[in-house]
């Protein structure tokens, strides 16, 4: 997410930091590399040029020249400045109306069907909503198939009306029936086209006349970049939505969407969408995205999903199993999918501070654990339970069951035993001492407890 960008501000950041004497004339330099970043970036000239006005004067003003620390004090000031310029907070979802109907729009391809399934899948397990979903996409072919099949996998009803190729009327019908059957939220999913048209607008403006949505949300595929941009702005001339989506930020974008997209519009982005599964969807954080583009992590997410999968009754059952040495592969496969849910890999690790840059050209896939899993599989229950009952032959089967080398089955038990020595580590007075120490830590928030089951 943002590689290029990254890279970039943290050259030009990284100049200024190592110069003997900072002056205007350095300051004026790093500006400037900066705003070329943000170009680069596909971020709008104007918006990029305005930013870095401001963060050149603020530096002069707030005394980065004779500051021990100018190239901290810089990276907080283009910090804050990035942060404004995506909405400063987090603006959520309004959902007060009984019931709540939201209308997805946007051009097609900008992944507006599997965002309706995504938010029918964050409200009710997040929301504790009852969702339905409604399929309005009456033009493209397998559309209307593709949400049933996203509903399918969440366990959310889609209403359709097969043969009807009047939106209007199936969004209208879909109100009652939602009234009849006790949905307290409607996700209507429009249909998009692959360029902006009359025919188009005027289609989706019927539908808006017509239900008087609660929200309206303007799905944005972010590897479009500065087109994204002039798309919204058209969709928002003619219905005023509410606020933007920003889709497919594990792909090779450049950033300048999600950076200039609220200045432009007046809008603020609400959700961001990574990789296919139904999970991958965030609130959107102007500080956390702005904490990512300067290569800081983003560690209060990645704890945010991972207490979401976090079960205390199933951490306690773990505690009491490592405490008597019993922690076996079972366990360890649920932990694997606990992990998994948690979304795209590589999506994951790019949150810990300094490992998105390191990590940045490495294909790390979301099979990875496919291997281990194989291997776990091929083992009896028995072995399963009691590690320690495998010895060579076994280990032979496991590796002929599971189709891997030998060495992989040595090394998976290798690591599993590291794992367990430092998991009954962890329970003892050392682990807590450090697990206390990490919860104090001021750029580590939430790590005192969630993640091990401790309060």
Not at 42 to 65: E, H
């Amino acid at each position: 997410m943002f590689n290029s960008l990254q890279d970039k501000l943290d050259k030009a950041l990284h100049n200024i930091s190592g110069r003997g004497k900072i002056t205007e004339i350095n300051v004026a330099e790093t500006v400037k590399e900066i705003r070329r970043a943000l170009v680069d970036a596909d971020v709008n000239y104007k918006v990029a040029k305005d930013l870095t006005k401001r963060v050149q004067d603020k530096a002069i003003g707030q005394n980065v020249l004779t500051s021990l620390t100018p190239g901290q004090l810089m990276t907080k000031i283009v910090h804050d400045e990035l942060v404004d310029l995506m909405g400063g907070s987090q603006e959520g979802i309004n959902l007060s109306d009984k019931p709540t109907i939201i209308l997805i729009a946007g051009l097609q391809g900008s992944g507006k069907t599997t965002f309706s399934g995504k938010l029918a899948n964050y409200l009710k397990q997040k929301r504790s909503k009852k969702p339905l979903l409604v399929a309005c996409d009456v033009y493209r072919p397998a559309a209307i198939d593709q949400l049933k099949v996203l509903g399918g996998q969440i366990g959310v009803p889609v209403y359709t009306e097969e043969g009807n190729l009047n939106p209007v009327q199936i969004s209208e019908n879909a109100i009652n029936f939602a009234k009849s059957n006790s949905h307290d939220v409607i996700i209507i999913d429009t249909a998009g086209r692959l360029a902006i048209d009359q025919e188009m607008m005027n289609e989706i403006r019927n539908v808006h006349q017509a239900v008087k949505p609660t929200e309206t949300l303007f799905v944005v595929d972010s590897m479009t970049g500065q087109d994204a941009v002039n798309t919204a702005k058209a969709f928002n001339d003619v219905l005023n939505y509410n606020g933007v989506v920003l889709t497919k930020l594990d792909g090779d974008t450049r950033g300048g969407a999600a950076l200039t997209i609220r200045s432009v519009v007046e809008k603020p982005i609400k959700f961001i969408s990574t990789g296919e599964k139904m999970e991958a969807l965030d609130l959107f954080y102007p500080e956390r995205m702005a904490d990512r583009i300067l290569g800081m992590g983003d560690v209060v997410s990645l704890v945010e999903r991972a207490q979401e999968q976090f079960d205390e009754e199933e951490a306690k059952r773990l505690h009491k199993k490592i405490a008597k040495n019993e922690f076996g592969f079972d366990d360890f496969l649920k932990q694997i999918h606990q992990i998994k849910k948690m979304g795209n890999m590589k999506d994951l690790m790019g949150m810990l501070p300094g490992v998105g840059k390191a990590i940045k050209d490495v294909d790390i896939s979301d099979d990875s654990f496919k291997h281990i899993e194989a291997i776990i599989y091929s083992m009896t229950p028995e072995e399963r339970r009691k590690p320690s009952t495998i010895n060579m032959p076994r280990k032979q089967r496991i590796a002929k069951g599971a189709g891997r080398k030998l060495e992989e089955v040595n090394q998976l038990m290798k690591q599993f035993e590291q794992m367990g020595k430092m998991m009954k580590m962890m329970q003892g007075p050392q682990g807590k001492q450090m697990m206390q120490m990490m919860s104090k830590m001021p750029n580590m928030p939430g790590m005192g407890g969630g993640l091990f089951g401790g309060k």
